[in-house]
């Protein structure tokens, strides 16, 4: 019994670092806004961390990161996922590069929903109030060139963290990010 154990366990352990290697390379990616140029790209404003593929903003496709649907005060902010079940939640780490030392933090998903509840999104775009949301929303981020973003994607299937980086952008036209996979932080002790 030790031994399976043991067994198991390795083979875990082996799965689980080759996810989330430290040293992997990013990955590259384009989104467009839905209406560029007069030209519709809603097919290219989504983005699925799961399969790493782009898709369309249909109902039915399951999507983590959305570029191109959200601008408040004449600022294009990414909206996170597609489907009610979703528990996703996003951070903005400032301007980093991938080469500076930083830390992936904790992030609490949204609470889950029971049996035909839905989730109630309130965004505050007012000059008073509005900063204080923009800063502790976990739903939204603001897009910035040269910002860092985690991000915990959760929903009934998946639990695991990426990171991505905005290389590009211009606004209502495109953002290009690189991403890659994170370790899951560990949650810090009360003697850190």
């Given at each position: 019994m030790k031994l399976r154990r043991l067994c198991i366990g390795l083979i875990v352990a082996a799965c689980v670092s080759s996810v989330f290697a430290e040293d992997e390379p990013e990955q590259?990616?384009?989104?467009?806004?839905?209406?560029?140029?007069?030209i519709h790209y809603?097919?290219?404003?989504?983005?699925?961390?799961?399969?790493?593929?782009?898709?369309?903003?249909?109902?039915?496709?399951?999507?983590?990161?959305?570029?191109?649907?959200?601008?408040?005060?004449?600022?294009?902010?990414?909206?996170?996922?597609s489907s009610t079940?979703?528990?996703?939640?996003?951070?903005?780490?400032?301007?980093?590069?991938?080469?500076?030392?930083?830390?992936?933090?904790?992030?609490?998903?949204?609470?889950?929903?029971r049996e035909g509840e839905q989730r109630h999104i309130t965004v505050d775009a007012s000059a008073d109030t509005g900063k204080k949301w923009a800063q502790t929303t976990n739903i939204m981020a603001k897009v910035v060139v040269g910002h860092i973003y985690v991000l915990r994607i959760k929903d009934p299937r998946s639990d695991f963290?990426?990171?991505?980086?905005?290389?590009d952008f211009k606004k209502r036209e495109y953002c290009t990010f690189?991403?890659?996979?994170?370790?899951?932080?560990?949650?810090r002790s009360v003697n850190d």
């Open positions: 590259q990616v384009t989104l467009y806004a839905p209406r560029s140029s007069g809603q097919g290219k404003a989504c983005f699925s961390f799961k399969s790493g593929a782009v898709l369309d903003a249909t109902p039915n496709r399951q999507w983590d990161l959305g570029y191109g649907f959200a601008a408040i005060n004449g600022e294009e902010w990414f909206i996170l996922g079940q979703t528990r996703t939640v996003i951070k903005d780490l400032g301007e980093l590069k991938w080469t500076d030392r930083f830390q992936i933090p904790v992030l609490e998903p949204l609470p889950k929903l963290y990426v990171t991505f980086r905005v290389e690189t991403w890659k996979r994170a370790p899951m932080p560990r949650p």
